[in-house]
């Protein structure tokens, strides 16, 4: 890139600088004007507590339980998961259910329970409501999971929501997981977690809370079992959790905490009960399945604002070809549109923009497009001309089209809690697929808009559609990402309906899976920005967003040779793969750190093109089960505490233990092995599990566990499939699922299922069908014979 292309990327004369900070400071002031006259006055508020039980009626899996002061809904459904909301609150509507409420189940009954309080018993699962309106979740042997005391109201005299609080206790083993995207996880600390979708505006670390997408939902594990709950409401709240102590002072333990607090909304909840992987596939049930990304999204992905031309993009494709490197994806950030105008192109930089992308698949790699939802407010703008014809941009208390800033300048937002904005946005897509693009990132989504002081979003007073309920910016914030998102999976469906359309998006919320993944972010370059990176990936996958991945190298600053390198070590194993940086950051091609750092990283870039068809078929599992590709070391064994407590190891699907090196000049690491044989798949050791065990971790490569009798599909030498299969310990069996890849279409390919058998010195191989048993049909490699 040339010192023109960085001029037309971003202005960097102080007159520039000044003018838009000028700007912003007026788009905040104008912010605080606006919620100013357009936010309700609370004035004094009543507090309010159920009161005691009055009466009850029974119904479809449970009931409805009057209380002096609120009523309380309980439905046990089909699948065990259990659904309450106060004062009344149904499950609809919700932004994070897909389609309808789950069916009760009809054998669940409400029956009386001891000193006045109430019950229902269900297969998989006892609720017990006391008296004073106290849950209490318990497994079918009666041990109680969680409690929840009666929650508490402020109702104010005058007009607006009602701000609430629930306070919940687990076990005092009890570990917490969850709430959407955080850097300090996965396990979740004491602390206070805020609900609150949020541009850091800065390259962030492990301490900076919250991110861009926040979710009401807990993962909790025990001895007792694992449990989520969510808590289905969007509006601003924040999550107090203590972590419970056994034995704490007299001996007694001190039970886990957990304290949620909204500031409006409905007070309703699901919580969902079993081992991690039937949790999942509950929660995945209701919130719908895991899109499934085509193929070459699972490959490698090259990025960075500021490629500037199409020569620079040639160049650097041109670069990973001439040094055999594999390469599937290259994405365009803001500069190549018109002065950041989204659905535009920069013509002097990108004059073919089309061309290239021809090119470029004809090599095997896709075009991906960066889409912000903000949109210039100058008439003559097509969008902007377009979008003020269907009245879709979102206004203010007093019906005038909220302004903030965004790239393009003073810009307008859709408001896409709109059926009829998301059909019109969705058409926008058009011209993207005209230009060659494959796929889309979504960004600033939050939505941001910057801002001297203050929030870097809307006013909090702005009007929303919220499918025609109507509310303002508190209720839909959390969600806009979401309905963005929606918008382009649906439009991109009408527009080419023979691909499975490919976003990712940078905000979402309980539900996002349905529509794409999601990715860390502008995480900060340094050895705690790599720790931050796994985090995330798996506190998400347990927030049900299997597909997700960090910026490798971070975002800002240029990374040294090892951090870059244990960087892509990582990501070779995660499920978006991609390198990226910012406008000033240094460069990311992996030629650029050195002979040696070359090397290796072709290394881990021919593994994840080798385990590309393990990927495919852990994307099609997602869909099918809820699991996430990435999953906890606890994932088969949440009752092993020493796995609940290991942070820096993850299984890449039921078959591979990954152990990523996430400090400085290391040459060993420490690894736990949940319990069964694994091989070391760079020397064939052998390790009997549960245990912890020292080994090599040279530069060249991070350490790879594969479980014994694992059947990982791979990509053999010719390119075809081949089943690589890890020997079962004597007298054992092992086995695994295949998901062939059908392409990129919506063709439905059928589970693969094979058994691994040790017979003496062999492992013999079968394909298990409805008809029996037969042959592979394509070739077998076994290891771990010694």
Same mark, same amino acid.
């Given at each position: =890139?040339?010192?023109?292309?960085?001029?037309?990327?971003?202005?960097?004369?102080?007159?520039?600088? $000044?003018?838009?900070?000028?700007?912003?400071?007026?788009?905040?002031?104008?912010?605080?004007?606006?919620?100013?006259?357009?936010?309700?006055?609370? &004035?004094?508020?009543?507090?309010?507590?159920?009161?005691?039980?009055?009466?009850?009626?029974?119904?479809?899996?449970?009931?409805?339980?009057?209380?002096?002061?609120?009523?309380?809904?309980?439905?046990?459904?089909?699948?065990?998961?259990?659904?309450?909301?106060?004062?009344?609150?149904?499950?609809?509507?919700?932004?994070?259910?897909?389609?309808?409420?789950?069916?009760?189940?009809?054998?669940?009954?409400?029956?009386?329970?001891?000193?006045?309080?109430?019950?229902?018993?269900?297969?998989?699962? #006892?609720?017990?409501?006391?008296?004073?309106?106290?849950?209490?979740?318990?497994?079918?042997?009666?041990?109680?999971?969680?409690?929840?005391?009666?929650?508490?109201?402020?109702?104010?005299?005058?007009?607006?929501?009602?701000?609430?609080?629930?306070?919940?206790?687990?076990?005092?083993?009890?570990?917490?997981?969850?709430?959407?995207?955080?850097?300090?996880? %996965?396990?979740?600390?004491?602390?206070?977690?805020?609900?609150?979708?949020?541009?850091?505006?800065?390259?962030? /670390?492990?301490?900076?809370?919250?991110?861009?997408?926040? =979710?009401? $939902?807990?993962?909790?594990?025990? +001895?007792?079992? #694992?449990?989520?709950?969510?808590?289905?409401?969007?509006?601003?709240?924040?999550?107090?959790?203590?972590?419970?102590?056994?034995?704490?002072?007299? *001996?007694?333990?001190?039970?886990?905490?957990?304290?949620?607090?909204?500031?409006?909304?409905?007070?309703?909840?699901?919580?969902?009960?079993?081992?991690?992987?039937?949790?999942?596939? #509950?929660?995945?049930?209701?919130?719908?399945?895991?899109?499934?990304?085509?193929?070459?999204?699972?490959?490698?992905?090259?990025?960075?604002? !500021?490629?500037?031309?199409?020569?620079?993009?040639?160049?650097? $494709?041109?670069?990973?070809?001439?040094?055999?490197?594999?390469?599937?994806?290259?994405?365009?950030?803001?500069?190549?549109?018109?002065?950041?105008?989204?659905?535009?192109?920069?013509?002097?930089?990108?004059?073919?923009?089309?061309?290239?992308?021809?090119?470029?698949?004809?090599?095997?790699?896709?075009?991906?497009?960066?889409? +912000?939802?903000?949109?210039?407010?100058?008439?003559?703008?097509?969008?902007?001309?377009?979008?003020?014809?269907?009245?879709?941009?979102?206004?203010?208390?007093?019906?005038?089209?909220?302004?903030?800033?965004?790239?393009?300048?003073?810009?307008?937002?859709?408001?896409?809690?709109?059926?009829?904005?998301?059909?019109?946005?969705?058409?926008?897509?058009?011209?993207?697929?005209?230009?060659?693009?494959?796929?889309?990132?979504?960004?600033?989504?939050?939505?941001?808009?910057?801002?001297?002081?203050?929030?870097?979003?809307?006013?909090?007073?702005?009007?929303?559609?919220?499918?025609?309920?109507?509310? +303002?910016?508190?209720?839909?914030?959390?969600?806009?990402?979401?309905?963005?998102?929606?918008?382009?999976?649906?439009?991109?469906?009408?527009?080419?309906?023979?691909?499975? %359309?490919?976003?990712?998006?940078?905000?979402?919320?309980?539900?996002?899976?349905?529509?794409?993944?999601?990715?860390? !972010?502008? $995480?900060?370059?340094?050895?705690?920005?790599?720790?931050?990176?796994?985090?995330?990936?798996?506190? @998400?996958?347990?927030?049900?967003?299997?597909?997700?991945?960090?910026?490798?190298?971070?975002?800002?600053?240029?990374?040294?040779?090892?951090?870059?390198?244990?960087?892509?070590?990582?990501?070779?194993?995660?499920?978006?793969?991609?390198?990226?940086?910012?406008?000033?950051?240094?460069?990311?091609?992996?030629?650029?750190?050195?002979?040696?750092?070359?090397?290796?990283?072709?290394?881990?870039?021919?593994?994840?093109?080798?385990?590309?068809?393990?990927?495919?078929?852990?994307?099609?599992?997602?869909?099918?089960? &809820?699991?996430?590709?990435?999953?906890? @070391?606890?994932?088969?064994?949440?009752?092993?505490?020493?796995?609940?407590?290991?942070?820096?190891?993850?299984?890449?699907?039921?078959?591979?233990?990954?152990?990523?090196?996430?400090?400085?000049?290391?040459?060993?690491?420490?690894?736990?092995?949940?319990?069964?044989?694994?091989?070391?798949?760079?020397?064939?050791?052998?390790?009997?599990?549960?245990?912890?065990?020292?080994?090599?971790?040279?530069?060249?490569?991070?350490?790879?566990?594969?479980?014994? *009798?694992?059947?990982?599909?791979?990509?053999?030498?010719?390119? *075809?499939?081949?089943?690589?299969?890890?020997?079962?310990?004597?007298?054992?069996?092992?086995?695994?699922?295949?998901?062939?890849?059908?392409?990129?279409?919506?063709?439905?390919?059928?589970?693969?299922?094979?058994?691994?058998?040790?017979?003496?010195?062999?492992?013999?191989?079968?394909?298990?069908?409805?008809? /029996?048993?037969?042959?592979?049909?394509?070739?077998?490699?076994?290891?771990?014979?010694?």
């Amino acid at each position: =890139m040339d010192g023109r292309d960085l001029v037309r990327s971003v202005s960097v004369g102080n007159s520039g600088r $000044v003018a838009r900070g000028l700007r912003t400071v007026r788009a905040a002031w104008r912010r605080r004007r606006i919620d100013a006259t357009g936010l309700p006055r609370r &004035g004094a508020e009543r507090a309010r507590v159920p009161g005691q039980v009055r009466a009850v009626e029974p119904g479809p899996g449970g009931g409805l339980i009057h209380f002096g002061r609120s009523e309380l809904r309980i439905t046990v459904a089909v699948s065990g998961a259990v659904f309450w909301g106060w004062d009344g609150a149904g499950p609809q509507p919700s932004y994070a259910l897909a389609g309808s409420s789950p069916e009760p189940d009809p054998r669940a009954v409400l029956e009386p329970d001891k000193d006045g309080g109430w019950r229902v018993v269900a297969e998989r699962v #006892t609720v017990v409501v006391s008296r004073h309106g106290a849950v209490q979740v318990c497994t079918p042997g009666g041990v109680t999971l969680r409690r929840d005391q009666p929650p508490r109201w402020w109702e104010p005299d005058g007009a607006g929501a009602a701000r609430w609080v629930q306070r919940s206790e687990v076990t005092a083993d009890a570990r917490f997981f969850g709430l959407g995207g955080r850097a300090s996880g %996965p396990r979740l600390r004491d602390g206070t977690y805020r609900l609150w979708n949020t541009d850091p505006g800065r390259a962030f /670390g492990p301490g900076d809370d919250p991110l861009y997408l926040t =979710m009401p $939902v807990q993962l909790v594990v025990a +001895d007792a079992g #694992t449990h989520l709950v969510f808590h289905d409401t969007t509006w601003d709240g924040t999550v107090v959790l203590r972590e419970g102590e056994e034995g704490a002072g007299s *001996g007694h333990d001190r039970m886990g905490r957990c304290e949620v607090r909204m500031e409006g909304g409905p007070l309703r909840c699901w919580v969902l009960v079993g081992a991690p992987a039937r949790v999942l596939h #509950t929660w995945a049930s209701l919130t719908g399945a895991p899109s499934v990304p085509p193929a070459w999204a699972l490959g490698h992905h090259h990025a960075r604002w !500021g490629f500037g031309s199409e020569q620079e993009v040639r160049r650097i $494709v041109r670069g990973y070809q001439e040094r055999g490197l594999p390469l599937d994806a290259v994405h365009l950030d803001i500069d190549h549109h018109e002065d950041h105008r989204v659905f535009t192109v920069d013509h002097d930089g990108f004059p073919k923009l089309a061309v290239l992308a021809e090119e470029l698949r004809r090599d095997g790699i896709r075009l991906v497009s960066i889409v +912000d939802p903000a949109v210039p407010a100058e008439p003559g703008n097509a969008v902007y001309d377009a979008g003020s014809a269907v009245d879709a941009f979102v206004r203010d208390a007093s019906g005038r089209t909220v302004r903030g800033m965004a790239w393009a300048g003073e810009s307008v937002f859709p408001d896409f809690t709109h059926a009829r904005v998301r059909k019109w946005w969705g058409g926008l897509y058009e011209e993207r697929l005209g230009q060659g693009f494959a796929g889309f990132w979504h960004d600033m989504n939050e939505p941001t808009s910057f801002s001297a002081f203050g929030e870097r979003t809307l006013p909090r007073s702005a009007r929303h559609a919220l499918e025609g309920r109507g509310g +303002d910016h508190r209720e839909a914030h959390n969600v806009y990402a979401l309905c963005m998102a929606r918008a382009a999976y649906e439009g991109l469906l009408e527009l080419s309906p023979r691909e499975r %359309p490919f976003v990712f998006s940078r905000s979402g919320w309980a539900g996002s899976q349905r529509y794409g993944g999601t990715w860390s !972010g502008d $995480v900060a370059t340094g050895w705690p920005g790599l720790r931050a990176s796994l985090s995330l990936v798996l506190g @998400l996958g347990l927030c049900g967003v299997p597909y997700s991945g960090p910026d490798v190298g971070g975002f800002d600053g240029s990374p040294s040779p090892e951090l870059y390198l244990r960087w892509f070590q990582l990501g070779a194993y995660l499920p978006l793969f991609r390198t990226h940086a910012s406008l000033r950051a240094g460069r990311r091609e992996p030629w650029e750190f050195g002979a040696e750092v070359l090397e290796h990283a072709r290394v881990a870039l021919l593994e994840r093109r080798r385990l590309l068809p393990y990927f495919v078929t852990l994307a099609h599992l997602a869909r099918r089960t &809820g699991a996430p590709y990435v999953r906890p @070391l606890w994932w088969g064994a949440p009752e092993d505490r020493a796995l609940r407590d290991c942070e820096d190891t993850f299984l890449l699907g039921d078959a591979l233990l990954i152990a990523p090196v996430l400090d400085p000049g290391a040459g060993r690491r420490a690894v736990q092995l949940p319990r069964g044989r694994w091989y070391d798949t760079a020397t064939e050791e052998a390790y009997e599990g549960p245990t912890q065990v020292l080994v090599d971790a040279p530069l060249s490569r991070i350490p790879v566990f594969a479980r014994a *009798g694992a059947v990982v599909p791979v990509r053999g030498a010719d390119g *075809g499939l081949e089943l690589e299969v890890w020997a079962p310990a004597p007298g054992r069996t092992g086995g695994g699922l295949v998901v062939p890849d059908a392409g990129d279409g919506w063709d439905d390919p059928e589970i693969e299922r094979y058994v691994a058998r040790r017979q003496g010195p062999e492992v013999v191989v079968t394909r298990e069908g409805q008809d /029996g048993s037969g042959e592979p049909h394509c070739p077998v490699r076994v290891r771990g014979l010694g």
